[in-house]
């Protein structure tokens, strides 16, 4: 694909980019506000859970961000951009591995079957999508690009239910277990 097609593909996804992009940077944002009211009465164990629990919402945040702004760079040519976009899933499949083993080591919290779906294996199938449709994208962009749009945008929405779930737990749980501070 000529670099002119290749720009005109990127082009006409530049809306839905700065949309999602947006989004992602404002969740960042409200999970630093809501990290900080929780923070005044952690939970025990918080950060054996953080690691498995909270710090995996930033990240796939930070994701949907990084690729926004990725297919949002004036690349020349398509090969960098789309090898940039596949390191982004390989290394987001990794880490969906790495959070899987860390929900399992961790004993502050059971997981039920809705936390291994949205913290386990929609972020897995999100990021291996990202990565395979990255390479997909070498030969057939048009339709890589819909599974990249795709990818990012579950990513965004099970970063949105796993901050409204954990955010949730705290204030209705957690709140409960514990008596106020005097």
């Known amino acids: 694909m000529s670099g002119a097609a290749a720009t005109y593909l990127f082009a006409r996804w530049d809306s839905f980019y700065v949309i999602v992009g ?14 900080t009211l929780i923070a005044e009465r952690p939970p ?20 949907v961000l990084l690729v926004s702004a990725l297919l949002r760079a004036p690349w020349d040519e398509i090969v960098p951009a789309m090898t940039v976009c596949g390191l982004v899933g390989i290394a987001g499949t990794i880490y969906a591995l790495l959070t899987t083993m ?33 390479a997909l994208g070498l030969a057939h962009l048009r339709i890589a690009l819909f599974w990249m749009g795709g990818a990012i945008l579950v990513l ?27």
């Open 102 to 134: 860390r929900m399992r080591r961790q004993d502050a919290y059971r997981p039920d079957f809705e936390d291994w779906l949205f913290h386990c294996l929609v972020p897995l199938a999100a990021y291996a999508d990202l990565a395979g449709s990255a």
């Open 156 to 182: 965004l929405f099970c970063g949105i239910h796993n901050a409204w779930d954990a955010t949730a737990y705290h204030v209705l749980v957690q709140r409960r277990e514990k008596p106020p501070p005097e």
């Open 44 to 63: 025990v164990r918080a950060a054996e859970a953080g690691a498995a629990f909270a710090t995996p919402t930033i990240v796939h945040f930070s994701a």
């Open 22 to 35: 947006s989004a992602a940077g404002a969740l960042i944002g409200l999970q630093f506000v809501v990290m």
